[in-house]
């Protein structure tokens, strides 16, 4: 698994290079060489071609242990920045390669047609991150006032110790995850429904957050952000006090590029 | 290159971060984006650990819990917290339904003990007070 490869440190020590892959460009692209990525300190950033596409790579020691805080931002940093330009397909954090020549045969080279395409697809686009959180006193008194059984429940935990009704808490709290879950349904397709105009692609995420509202991702036109941050804008003043939305973006497009399925 | 975009809409209760906090990060680039080849790929120390799934909510006792006592915060702000005899009367229609077995048992034998009654009362554990 740990293949020794590039030799220049040969003789000095057992520490070899790897080669550290954010993701895949158009093979045209410039890259500003003050460009830092992962590592501490945060390595270099340049390119492998192959024919039309280039893999943007870092070279790190194969030892060095990645996944400081650091790190995980200058990987989403560095393909965030680039998806404001140009098309890119972002890889998942962590994808090492032996050297540089397994980046261009093993990965470019072999996906070449699939890579092409796809960055042809998100010419002009990026993903956009709608993330919305329920205000959690407001969204309970909306559920608990909507049902007579939760209102019961309330009160007959009202005041008392957890202990002495657990049962009654048991029962409020599955009834209210499920209440929120049918919310977040709603308010997501709401979301969906004020985003259709724009022509979009949509792909809901599963939530990460109990009081999740909505958390969708949306391939958008960049041209497009002004009616985009319009729309989502709309929601976020209708919803005010009830739910907090955030907007991020444009952002590589995570959740729009598939990884296929070895046959 | 920069990431910097301006709001447009200007306020009304959208939130228009520039960059992605680190918690947004965390929840795209370890779950998102291409994956490439097994066959191709170096391990590095520190990887595996990361990309264990970081999502949470599977609807939990915890979470359930968690949303009750919310409830309960919210209503004894609007009403009078109920006080001690209250509480021991209410006590039987807490304990004796439970539906799930460990932490739930565990919790009615304690309230067993704080009152010192039940079939177990012949049989005193010492570090029961009596209720009433």
């Known amino acids: 698994m740990t293949t020794e490869t590039e030799t220049q440190t040969d003789g000095e020590t057992e520490t070899g290079t790897a080669v550290y892959v954010y993701g895949i460009v158009p093979s045209d692209v410039e890259l500003d060489p003050e460009i830092r990525g992962v590592g501490d300190p945060p390595a270099s950033v340049s390119t492998v071609a192959s024919g039309p596409i280039a893999a943007l790579v870092s070279e790190i020691p194969q030892d060095a242990p990645l996944g400081r805080p650091e790190d995980l931002s200058a990987h989403a940093g560095l393909l965030d920045a680039a998806a404001a330009e140009l098309p890119v397909l972002p890889l998942r954090f962590g994808a090492v390669v032996s050297d540089v020549d397994a980046v261009k045969e093993e990965l470019l080279d072999a996906n070449q047609d699939d890579f092409t395409s796809a960055l042809d697809q998100l010419e002009g686009k990026a993903e956009y991150l709608v993330r919305a959180r329920y205000d959690e006193r407001v969204i309970l008194r909306e559920i608990?006032?909507?049902?007579?059984?939760?209102?019961?429940l309330a009160d007959a935990i009202r005041g008392k110790p957890e202990e002495a009704t657990r049962n009654e808490r048991m029962a409020l709290g599955e009834l209210i995850t499920q209440a929120i879950e049918a919310k977040r349904a709603a308010d997501t397709q709401r979301v969906a429904d004020a985003l259709a105009d724009l022509d979009v692609e949509l792909a809901a995420r599963q939530p990460?957050?109990?009081?999740?509202?909505?958390?969708?991702?949306?391939?958008?036109?960049?041209?497009?952000?002004d009616e985009l941050e319009d729309v989502v804008g709309e929601l976020a003043k209708e919803w005010e006090g009830r739910v907090e939305v955030r907007l991020l973006g444009p952002l590589a497009a995570y959740d729009f590029v598939v990884t296929r399925t070895p046959e | 290159m920069t990431t910097a975009v301006q709001p447009s809409g200007g306020g009304g209760g959208l939130d228009r971060p520039s960059s992605s906090g680190l918690a947004d990060v965390i929840d795209t680039i370890l779950d998102k984006g291409l994956v490439i080849d097994a066959y191709v790929r170096v391990s590095l120390v520190g990887i595996?650990?990361?990309?264990?799934?970081?999502?949470?909510?599977?609807?939990?006792?915890?979470?359930?819990l968690r949303f009750a006592e919310a409830v309960n915060r919210l209503d004894i702000s609007d009403t009078e917290q109920k006080g001690l005899p209250d509480l021991l009367e209410d006590m039987n229609s807490g304990g004796a339904k439970a539906k799930t077995r460990g932490a739930l048992e565990a919790a009615g034998d304690k309230l067993r003990d704080i009152l010192g009654e039940d079939e177990e009362e012949e049989e005193p554990t010492g570090r029961g007070r009596k209720g009433r």
């Open chain 2, 48 to 64: 595996e650990l990361l990309t264990i799934d970081a999502r949470v909510v599977v609807a939990s006792v915890d979470t359930y």
């Open chain 1, 208 to 225: 990460t957050h109990d009081e999740e509202a909505v958390h969708l991702a949306v391939l958008a036109e960049v041209e497009r952000q």
């Open chain 1, 144 to 152: 608990i006032g909507e049902n007579d059984r939760m209102g019961q």
